[in-house]
């Protein structure tokens, strides 16, 4: 029977030497789990030993290294998930994020897999296939325009019953400051906003659209100690720009304005409008936000990646090409974004490295080669005792 439990053994050595060999061959492989060789005796119904023979290839899930490469479309997981995948209609998961984006503006990997997450405002709904629109960001036209600024408590009031607003003319306002502002086909306007004291603690507000001076009067009204305590008609100036676009409906926030004895401080005007522009770059966030950046200096969240976890990622079938495939025994996969329970974040600009130890592969080579060496002596030794009984 010395032959038998050679034989097992040799058999189980030699698929631990091919395990531990794919270790090393991808030892520098993106994304890559390493497996390990369980071995578990044999013994028939008379209780006599058979031998070994391998019970399982285990894959060892613990996460590898981040590396970091500069480059905005690697992405690497610190945490349990992975990304969600479709290659040839299946759906796959990978540790390696690895991306770039193909000629229809899919986020795929080397091997051609579309990564899959959720469209903007979209994160709980079904996964689609992360793609780019070949479109650039449409104009938007400003509905809000928002200063912060001090007006000086100090100013002349200005009697509007003997002087009625012109813009032309400096005396019949206190103050005045400049905007840009867009048009619902993308075009910069000059736009002035002018502030008048009209009596203590009280301010008349207009605004103009190049020489076309808005039909609406805002007011802001202030307490003894110069904070703004109401503000009236500051919710809609009008314009009619022409020229086939939309006519302008804006409003205006002033409610971190002040009136202390200082000079007029005004701040940049913030404003919602732009023109349009077309995609320049895209980074992505830890949370999995797709986000664009276009000419006109605006960004757009595109869409969102999601992450997969399962309860038993052992059980998962190795497909090749960093990829695995769900399993009865993996479970289904718990799907999410990044950032949220045990999914873990996503870092762009660094890659997760091959989670194989080298040096301690190499040293479990010469232990397997060993044995494997050992299991030929048993057959050895069995031979030459045979050999004695023959001769006999």
């Known amino acids: 029977m010395g032959f038998s439990q050679a034989l097992s053994g040799l058999n189980a050595a030699a698929t ?159 103050y005045s400051h400049n905007a840009t502002i867009y048009d619902s086909q993308g075009n910069a306007h000059s736009s002035t906003l002018y502030f008048t004291k009209t009596a203590d603690n009280a301010w008349e507000v207009k605004m103009s659209r190049g020489t076309e001076v808005a039909p609406e009067t805002g007011t802001l009204t202030f307490d003894t100690n110069g904070i703004l305590v109401g503000t009236a008609g500051l919710g809609s100036f009008t314009y009619a720009p022409g020229g086939g676009v939309s006519n302008m409906d804006m409003s205006l926030d002033l409610t971190d304005a002040t009136q202390f004895a200082t000079e007029f401080d005004p701040n940049a005007v913030d404003q919602d409008g732009y023109t349009s522009g077309n995609l320049v770059g895209v980074l992505i966030d830890d949370s999995g936000n797709i986000v664009g950046n276009y000419a006109n200096q605006q960004t757009q969240v595109l869409g969102t990646i999601l992450l997969a976890k399962f309860t038993s990622p052992e059980g998962l079938r190795p497909i090749g090409d960093n990829a695995w495939s769900e399993t009865g025994d993996s479970g289904q996969p718990l799907l999410g974004l990044a950032g949220t329970g045990v999914l873990g974040s996503l870092e762009a600009g660094v890659v997760e490295s091959s989670n194989v130890d080298l040096t301690k592969e190499l040293v479990n080579l010469i232990i397997a080669q060993r044995n494997y060496q050992a299991n030929t002596q048993t057959i050895k030794v069995q031979d030459e005792v045979l050999q004695a009984a023959v001769n006999l």
């Open 16 to 174: 631990n030497l091919e395990v531990i060999g794919n270790n090393i061959a991808n030892s520098q492989t993106v994304g890559f789990k390493g497996g390990r060789t369980l071995f578990s005796d044999v013994f028939a119904e008379a209780n006599t030993a058979l031998g070994t023979r391998v019970s399982d290839v285990q894959q060892d899930f613990t996460t590898g290294t981040l590396e970091s490469t500069g480059r905005n479309l690697d992405l690497a997981i610190s945490g349990e998930g992975f990304f969600r995948m479709v290659q040839n209609d299946q759906v796959v998961y990978s540790r390696n994020g690895q991306l770039t984006i193909d000629s229809d503006g899919y986020f795929t990997n080397a091997q051609g897999a579309h990564l899959t997450g959720f469209a903007p405002g979209g994160a709980g709904g079904s996964p689609i296939e992360l793609q780019l629109g070949s479109g650039g960001l449409p104009a938007q036209a400003t509905t809000s325009v928002g200063m912060a600024m001090n007006l000086d408590a100090r100013a002349v009031a200005v009697d509007r019953l003997t002087v009625p607003f012109d813009a032309a003319d400096e005396t019949t306002y206190s």
